[in-house]
């Protein structure tokens, strides 16, 4: 079984040295942290996650989530870890001191959160909705619902879920049919039937937050759905008497999905049936509101597919290391590292999971510099940029995930493929980011559509002008010349693009065709400027600098023309893939 090594070093170097956290540690949101808490959050955070969370990841995979009359139980020793996490006050890192956080940088944040998925990402869905769930009602709920729930969630002693997908209705939340009505005491009542609720339903806390989207009125689409909290146990009322014992909402866990990964992280049908439920913000704009919750979880999501793809290659260099196979049949064999064909895995598999972990860090600090930064004019800059960075890195992380522990298997060879390694945990893991919380191709949709056609290219501008300003400030660099060369080419061919989208050019069956394309060419420029970051932050002769720079230039080589057939898939449109025709289908096959 393959031990987990939180990367320590790498996260200190880039937030150290290229994300420059302590200048955001000079905002007066962070005034009571400094470089030594950082430290010691990373140091901490990595013993949480090697000594308590990776222990119990093969086990809880092969235990399981189960199912009883209703109630759902995790595995046994999820219940330590869960103690843990929240005795030590993990869960509200990047949340404010008043509920119990203790309001350190989402960038800190998302740095923790890649050790923790690395070492068990089925734990850490709970610990995420509770997190995202606490920043949503912070900001949309009553100053009553926040009292409520908010410092329990933050103490684990509540934690919260996202209900959105019903039967009929997954990624197309117009279709929703769950029904909110007014009840006499102020509440509401809602009915409905929710899928792929992740922790639906559990034994590590008694309270659950449920985050319900649901119809209030008669409008149709998007337009008529509220947002709503459905406790696991009713809330007592203003005036009503204390009951000795809470009593249960009418939710119920139907049944559990039987998953391809992430046994470990119970996935619930749940029925609603006239549950008590509290509206949180304007109804009919129910969907806005959660968008709070959705962005929390998002930029986790791609922190997911980055830990286990960090946690893979990790697996992979030490295997490579010890398995010894091939060389003159008169001499002692030797180690696989030491074939070309496995040096060049092992690389695409760094070069791919370095640069995702440096892209979505970067969204994560524009995030804070969103929320916190005194400038109004940076604070907007930092808006737009974090939500262009953010279904860039959701999706191109998410896929890094699944080709980075595929490759690992590839390097393992047969030992891979058993479970006696651990190894093919993390392709089963890996798999559902890229459905879950948008698919990837509603993500590239969502860049194109909203973030690119929309916005009328500003926020695309904002991308390119921080990708020329690196450029510039390192065009004298000559040991960064491969590196900034292959940036300045991707450029070009995204600015292609994007300027081809933009002058409608192509259709709206074009650009949903090209969309795809455009975000993974979007995503390669983003890790070739993180690379050139990167290799100019490497300035030193240790070991760590050495790597980078070896890296960027292996990502310029091999990795960075990918942009060419990017470019040429983007500017093709639909004509080709209409070619396939809903009647073509020899018969009897669909």
């Not at 610990?127 to 009292?147: F, G, K, P, Y």
């Not at 949709?445 to 690119?452: G, I, W």
């Not at 983007?570 to 004509?575: N, P, S, T």
Request: glycine share 8%; charged share 20%.
């Amino acid at each position: 079984m393959t031990r987990y090594h939180a990367p320590v070093a790498d996260l200190e170097f880039l937030l150290g040295d290229v994300l420059a956290i302590e200048e955001l540690l000079t905002l007066p949101a962070f005034a009571d942290a400094d470089w030594m808490s950082v430290r010691n959050v990373l140091s901490e955070g990595a013993r949480f996650a090697e000594e308590i969370l990776a222990p119990i990841n093969a086990e809880a995979d092969r235990q399981g989530a189960s199912i009883s009359q209703g109630a759902v139980s995790v595995p046994a020793v999820f219940k330590p870890a869960w103690q843990a996490i929240s005795r030590d006050g993990w869960l509200g890192l990047d949340l404010p001191v008043e509920y119990r956080g203790q309001a350190l940088p989402r960038l800190l944040q998302a740095a923790f959160a890649e050790m923790t998925n690395g070492a068990c990402v089925s734990f850490c869905m709970l610990s995420l909705m509770s997190r995202a769930a606490a920043r949503l009602l912070i900001e949309h709920a009553s100053d009553d619902l926040v009292a409520a729930f908010v410092p329990d969630l933050i103490a684990g002693e509540t934690s919260a879920t996202i209900c959105i997908s019903e039967p009929q209705a997954g990624s197309d939340v117009g279709r929703i049919q769950s029904r909110a009505v007014p009840a006499e005491d102020g509440t509401y009542r809602l009915t409905g039937t929710k899928i792929w609720i992740s922790f639906g339903d559990h034994d590590l806390t008694d309270q659950i937050a449920h985050m319900v989207l649901a119809r209030t009125g008669d409008a149709v689409g998007t337009r008529g759905i509220s947002l709503f909290l459905v406790p696991k146990f009713r809330l007592p009322l203003a005036g009503q008497e204390p009951r000795t014992s809470p009593e249960r909402n009418t939710v119920i866990a139907q049944s559990l999905e039987q998953k391809m990964g992430l046994h470990a992280s119970p996935t619930c049908v749940l029925d609603f049936d006239n549950a008590q439920a509290f509206c949180i913000g304007e109804q009919g704009r129910g969907l806005n509101s959660l968008f709070t919750m959705v962005n929390t979880m998002r930029l986790e999501v791609a922190l997911q597919g980055v830990a286990i793809a960090g946690a893979a290659t990790d697996a992979a260099y030490n295997y490579a290391q010890q398995r010894s196979q091939g060389g003159r049949p008169d001499e002692p064999p030797l180690p696989i590292i030491r074939h070309p064909d496995v040096r060049r895995t092992l690389l695409t598999m760094r070069a791919r999971t370095e640069g995702l972990r440096a892209l979505t860090l970067e969204a994560a600090r524009q995030l804070d510099l969103s929320e916190h930064a005194p400038d109004e004019k940076i604070r907007a800059e930092a808006e737009a940029l974090s939500s262009w960075l953010l279904p860039i890195c959701k999706a191109a992380a998410t896929d890094g995930g699944s080709e980075v522990s595929n490759l690992a298997i590839q390097v393992h060879g047969g030992y891979g493929y058993v479970q006696e390694t651990g190894i093919e945990q993390y392709v089963r893991d890996a798999r559902v980011g890229s459905i879950y919380e948008g698919t990837n191709g509603i993500q590239a949709l969502d860049l194109v559509t909203r973030k690119l056609v929309a916005d009328q290219g500003r926020r695309r501008q904002i991308f390119v002008e921080r990708i020329n300003e690196t450029l510039i400030r390192t065009e004298r660099k000559t040991e960064l010349e491969q590196i900034g060369s292959a940036v300045t080419s991707l450029l070009t061919s995204f600015e292609c693009c994007s300027d081809a989208l933009l002058q409608s050019t192509l259709g709206e069956r074009d650009q949903a065709a090209g969309a795809t394309p455009y975000l993974r060419l979007a995503a390669l420029l983003g890790c070739a400027w993180m690379w050139l970051r990167m290799a100019d932050a490497a300035s030193s002769d240790v070991e760590l600098h050495r790597r980078k720079h070896h890296t960027a230039k292996f990502f310029a080589v091999q990795l960075a023309p990918e942009g060419q057939w990017l470019e040429s898939q983007v500017l093709a449109g639909a004509a080709t893939v209409d070619g396939l025709l809903e009647d073509s289908w020899p018969e009897g096959r669909s």
